[in-house]
């Protein structure tokens, strides 16, 4: 059960983590600001085989319509992406990705729109910030220099995702939900090292559990994804934002499965994520709404 004595522990356990404050940036082109509060970022898929059928767009002109609906509804980004990190997802290749992709980004950016996109692969990501996205959402493990000084270049942003393999599509497990963070912590400490000594003045770092990662269905997955986002907050101590999947639970919601991303952002915002990413944007932005309230 979530409630106060199961929170209030991790809280004062972690209370330096819990206070650090956070970089706040902005995107002048696109007149985004992001500061110390919860924002949201939409998702769009263009992979045919994404599991998340609602967000699948066959079409541009489809992809298009849902990236501006979703920018009305609230959204502070719109995330883009051409290959599902599913395990039964096909693997398309990098020209392909580009290919599906830079349409969509170009037409969505040149109406002022932040798209990110989510890649794993340098050349996808570099190839998409040259078609005007803003941010690269990415889902693997980069050691070349040179990919984080493009990203500085184009005074874009980036979302690191932890992975504990190569990449989100790679088979590898993850640690016990006690030793995950650290791992965590050690993971990203190397990694916003890398873009910092790039130049990137734009950056998220994201847990990553919104990934298959080899976790079961059912209540196993339901508790390690909930235990992770209630423990996100500790990677504030790394002093920047912290972006969080909001995952859709088919077991426990059953045919109101569309509620699920609600009742996650609520956990999200307790444990004062700084973006979630969404596949039901009206209905998660109504509970980021009550940030400006409480």
Same mark, same amino acid.
């Given at each position: 059960?979530?409630?106060?004595? @199961?929170?209030?522990? !991790?809280?004062?356990? =972690?209370?330096?983590?819990?206070? &650090?404050?956070?970089? &706040? %940036?902005? %995107?002048?082109?696109?007149?985004?600001? %992001?500061?110390d509060r919860t924002y949201q970022m939409g998702v769009l898929n !263009?992979?045919?085989?994404?599991?998340?059928?609602? &967000?699948?767009?066959?079409?541009?002109?489809?992809? !298009? =319509?849902?990236?501006?609906?979703?920018?009305?509804?609230?959204?502070?980004?719109?995330?883009i992406g051409g290959e599902s990190t599913g395990d039964t997802a096909?693997?398309?290749?990098?020209?392909?990705?580009?290919? $599906?992709?830079?349409?969509?980004? +170009?037409?969505?950016?040149?109406?002022?729109?932040?798209?990110?996109?989510?890649?794993?692969?340098?050349?996808?990501?570099?190839?998409?910030?040259?078609?005007?996205?803003?941010?690269?959402?990415?889902?693997?493990?980069?050691?070349?220099?040179?990919?984080?000084?493009?990203?500085?270049?184009?005074?874009? #942003?980036?979302?690191?995702c932890y992975t504990p393999g190569e990449n989100a599509r790679s088979?590898?497990?993850?640690?016990?939900?006690?030793?995950?963070?650290?791992?965590? /912590? /050690?993971?990203?400490?190397?990694?916003?090292?890398?873009?910092?000594?790039? #130049?990137?003045? $734009?950056?998220?770092?994201?847990?990553?559990?919104?990934?298959?990662?080899?976790?079961?269905? #059912?209540?196993?997955?339901?508790?390690?994804? &909930?235990?992770?986002?209630?423990? +996100? %907050? @500790?990677?504030?101590? /790394?002093?920047?934002?912290?972006?969080?999947?909001?995952?859709?639970?088919?077991?426990?919601? $059953?045919?109101?499965?569309?509620?699920?991303?609600?009742?996650?952002?609520?956990?999200?915002?307790? +444990?004062?994520?700084?973006?979630?990413? +969404?596949?039901?944007?009206?209905?998660?932005?109504?509970?980021?709404?009550?940030?400006? =309230?409480?």
């Amino acid at each position: 059960m979530i409630s106060a004595d @199961r929170v209030l522990p !991790l809280w004062l356990k =972690y209370r330096e983590a819990l206070e &650090t404050p956070i970089r &706040t %940036f902005d %995107f002048p082109k696109f007149g985004k600001k %992001f500061e110390d509060r919860t924002y949201q970022m939409g998702v769009l898929n !263009l992979s045919p085989d994404s599991s998340y059928r609602e &967000t699948v767009c066959h079409t541009l002109q489809a992809a !298009l =319509y849902r990236g501006r609906r979703m920018t009305l509804e609230g959204a502070a980004m719109v995330d883009i992406g051409g290959e599902s990190t599913g395990d039964t997802a096909d693997i398309v290749s990098i020209e392909r990705q580009i290919d $599906r992709m830079r349409p969509g980004v +170009s037409a969505l950016a040149d109406e002022n729109i932040l798209v990110s996109v989510e890649t794993y692969h340098p050349e996808v990501a570099v190839a998409l910030l040259e078609a005007g996205a803003g941010v690269v959402n990415l889902t693997g493990r980069v050691d070349d220099k040179s990919f984080y000084q493009a990203i500085a270049k184009h005074e874009a #942003g980036l979302i690191l995702c932890y992975t504990p393999g190569e990449n989100a599509r790679s088979s590898d497990d993850l640690p016990p939900v006690d030793q995950v963070f650290d791992a965590q /912590l /050690l993971f990203f400490k190397d990694r916003v090292a890398m873009a910092e000594d790039a #130049g990137i003045e $734009r950056l998220w770092v994201d847990p990553g559990f919104g990934f298959a990662l080899n976790l079961p269905d #059912g209540p196993d997955r339901i508790r390690y994804q &909930t235990d992770s986002i209630l423990q +996100s %907050f @500790r990677l504030r101590e /790394l002093g920047w934002p912290v972006t969080v999947q909001l995952t859709g639970h088919v077991f426990l919601f $059953r045919d109101e499965v569309r509620v699920a991303q609600t009742s996650a952002a609520t956990l999200a915002v307790l +444990s004062k994520a700084n973006m979630v990413r +969404s596949h039901e944007v009206p209905r998660v932005q109504p509970v980021l709404n009550l940030q400006e =309230y409480a």
